[in-house]
């Protein structure tokens, strides 16, 4: 499979791009917890069906140490007891911002507050600018149809 456009090569897309990756810098800086990032950056990427994003962020993670167990049930995360109260909360917060358009009404006062138990005001901060961000990638990457399976861990840091 070829991707439709190739944003390395767009003058435009560069520019773009540039503040783009700058902001998933920041988002990677931030205090919220490493692994929590992938996972999050993982689920909402199954649910956009961005398979480029999906093998990014299962092979940062795993480089990072994340277990394979864990991975694999990102996708089933309610049914799993691998995940911390944390994480759990982080990722329904997740899917409700990713799934706005199929009429989840955005996120509900009980997501926001059992994530907000989990995480201060800054961490919070990150973990909705990181599912917007995510929502954005998926979406470059799903309408150019941009192929998976290449991505070296750690090759866009």
């Known amino acids: 499979m070829d991707a439709r456009l190739n944003y390395f090569a767009s003058p435009t897309a560069g520019k773009a791009l ?7 810098k920041a988002i990677k800086d931030s205090p919220l917890p490493a692994a929590t990032q ?5 689920r909402v990427s199954q649910i956009n069906g961005c398979a480029v994003c999906i093998d990014m962020h299962t092979k940062d993670a795993t480089a990072a140490g994340e277990t394979s ?22 990722l329904e ?8 358009a199929d009429g989840a009404g955005g996120i509900t006062e009980e997501v926001w507050a059992a994530a907000a138990k989990h995480y201060d005001e800054e961490q ?13 990638a998926n979406r470059l990457n799903v309408i150019a149809q941009q192929p998976a399976g290449t991505y070296e861990p750690g090759q866009f840091h």
């Open 18 to 24: 540039k503040h783009l990756m700058s902001a998933g």
């Open 38 to 42: 992938e996972l999050v950056a993982l």
């Open 69 to 90: 167990v864990r991975l694999h049930l990102v996708a089933a995360w309610r049914e799993a007891t691998v995940f911390t109260e944390a994480e759990r909360a982080a």
């Open 93 to 100: 917060l997740a899917e409700q911002g990713t799934r706005i």
């Open 124 to 136: 919070l901060t990150a973990l909705v600018v990181l599912v917007s961000f995510m929502n954005t």
